[in-house]
């Protein structure tokens, strides 16, 4: 179950980490350190502010799924394979 809270510095929602977002939020992050890219690198070519990327890689913000298609994209991933044997209870 996700619980809403406010991120004073952002001002985007934030969802209490859950366990599936946790592993979607390290697999982007171990992909895209094994592709040689910084998180700003990151965040630059998928149009998506650097510390919301950082919340994602965290497991702290539920990304759409077009977010998470971009993400894919740079990463040269399909969402399928980000996203695989998820959600996990």
């Not at 171990?30 to 965290?58: H, N, P, V, W």
């Not at 990304?63 to 894919?72: D, G, Y």
Request: aromatic share 6%.
């Amino acid at each position: 179950m996700a619980i809403y809270s406010t991120d004073a510095e952002t001002r985007w929602p934030r969802v209490k980490a859950d366990k599936s977002l946790k592993i979607l939020g390290e697999r982007i992050r171990r992909i895209r350190k094994k592709q040689g890219l910084s998180q700003e690198e990151l965040a630059f070519q998928t149009e998506i502010d650097r510390s919301y990327m950082g919340g994602i890689e965290r497991g702290q913000h539920n990304l759409s799924f077009s977010k998470l298609c971009t993400i894919a994209r740079v990463l040269k991933k399909d969402a399928g394979s980000l996203a695989r044997g998820l959600p996990e209870d």
